[in-house]
């Protein structure tokens, strides 16, 4: 309550009369926005975490469903050879139903923190928060990483068609932050309201403009569409009461349509949406881009894609530092998995303890521990270990891009969302596998 009184006390202080100075008005707008940043990023962390404790949850709950109905079909069925018998055929579709309803249960819980990292990156673009860096990008490597991270493809058996023109060079120069978070929002739109077993479309092409080249990015599906009064309040985004009394407004187009235009006109460009009732909907991205010539494309972003096709990377010696008990106990059996060792610490100083006595290759710490920063833990563990520093990820609720530009600035390798995935923790170790590779082949 406390808080609230405080963020109400800023709020008025917007409607107030204008300050004597301009400056004074300037800082009072900087002081109000900075706190109402906060306030969100605060509200967006404790719901991360207590929606990342119940994915946890559902994740060993999955795990122990498919891992009963594998003991009852080796032990019971096959021994009592019931396989045609109505008890059999109840038993399994009672275990289908138990893995149906824990796969929804967390779809939704996905789907929770994707609207939470959508307010909080709303109000982060109204206030203007918003930056323009230009980067080398594989673009059907942007393509396929945001359609095999969508939880509705597999579900809803969604075909994607992705048609890149052979002119499109893999290495682009293009505002890769804001041209993915703009694409990402058309894509998964186009994925989401699809009938089931539908088609989605994407093209790319490009166009030249005097001596500026430009990315035609086309995303078509055939689904509900939209009519014409909704095509004219698409891009509202201010967040009053009349958009949150109609839930499927507010979710669908106060939230996510209005992000990609913010962000594909900071990049340079502009969207144009076209659509019919009952037929689908059209949306293109125009982008500028430079062409890049001799360079070798940096790694592309973590994948969700849960796929047993990969190969798994060497084992290593792992410190996992979570303090959370069912987080602990979720990572701890998805890095067993990959072939990976591991011991646990619940806290900062059970973590450099552990470190003192055993040499870890990977240290995979929480930020938020009871009695430190993982930070902190990290600092400490190096100044110990000054010939064999361990690899430093951050496995956190803490994803803002001010919080991962800090962590990374202050040696984190890299930093895993939570709640976290098997693919997740794959796609980090593969790549120090590789690192470590060139460090053994560099010595040879």
């Known amino acids: 309550m406390k808080k609230c009184n405080q963020f109400q006390a800023l709020e008025n202080t917007e409607s107030k009369n204008t300050p004597n100075t301009f400056a004074e008005t300037g800082k009072e707008m900087e002081k109000v926005s900075r706190f109402k940043m906060d306030f969100l990023n605060m509200i967006s962390h404790e719901i991360r975490s207590s929606e990342g404790n119940v994915i946890s949850i559902l994740g060993i709950l999955e795990t122990a469903v498919n891992n009963l109905q594998n003991i009852f079909y080796k032990n019971i069925i096959d021994r009592q050879s019931i396989h045609d018998s109505e008890e059999a055929k109840d038993i399994h579709d009672l275990f289908h139903r138990l893995i149906e309803l824990v796969s929804f249960a967390k779809e939704n819980s996905y789907y929770s923190l994707n609207s939470i990292a959508n307010l909080c990156s709303l109000y982060k673009l109204h206030v203007g928060k918003i930056s323009c860096n230009f ?6 490597g942007m393509i396929e990483n945001i359609v095999n991270n969508n939880v509705f493809l597999k579900k ?16 682009l120069l293009v505002d890769y932050k804001n041209l993915n978070d ?12 699809s009938p089931e077993n539908g088609l989605v479309q994407i093209e790319v ?6 001596e500026n ?19 004219k309040t698409l891009f509202k985004t201010a967040l009053n009461d009349d958009d949150l009394h109609d839930v499927t407004k507010y979710r669908k187009l106060s939230l996510q349509l209005p992000q990609a235009k913010i962000r594909i006109e900071a990049a340079g460009g502009e969207i144009e949406i076209q659509s ?22 940096p790694t592309p972003p973590l994948q969700n894609k849960e796929d047993s096709s990969f190969p798994k ?3 290593f010696r792992i410190l996992l530092v979570e303090d959370n008990a069912m987080t602990r106990e979720l990572e701890k059996n998805i890095l067993e998995e990959l072939g990976c060792e591991v011991d646990v610490a619940t806290n900062g100083v059970d973590a450099i303890l552990a470190a003192e006595q055993d040499c870890y290759q990977i240290l995979f710490v929480d930020i938020t521990l009871p009695d430190m920063t993982g930070i902190e833990v990290m600092h400490q563990i190096n100044s110990q270990q000054k010939s064999t520093r361990p690899f430093v990820v951050a496995v956190t609720s803490h994803v803002s891009e001010e919080d991962v530009e ?18 997740q923790f794959q796609n980090v170790l593969e790549i120090i596998a590789d690192i470590e590779s060139q460090k053994i082949a560099q010595n040879n």
């Open 135 to 140: 980067e080398m990008t594989d673009i059907q």
């Open 156 to 171: 809803r058996k969604i075909t994607t068609r992705v048609v890149v023109e052979s002119i499109i060079s893999n290495c």
């Open 182 to 193: 703009a694409l990402s929002i058309v894509i998964n739109n186009a994925i989401r309201f």
């Open 205 to 210: 092409d490009s166009k030249a403009e005097g």
């Open 213 to 231: 080249n430009f990315l035609l990015l086309t995303v078509r599906d055939f689904g509900e569409g939209m009519s014409p009064l909704q095509l």
């Open 276 to 297: 019919t009732v009952k037929k689908g909907t059209t949306v293109t991205l125009l982008t500028p881009y430079h062409i890049v010539s001799g360079n070798t494309l």
């Open 313 to 315: 990377p060497k084992p």
């Open 406 to 423: 800090y962590f990374l600035s202050q040696g984190i390798m890299d930093v895993i969302p939570k709640p976290v995935t098997k693919q």
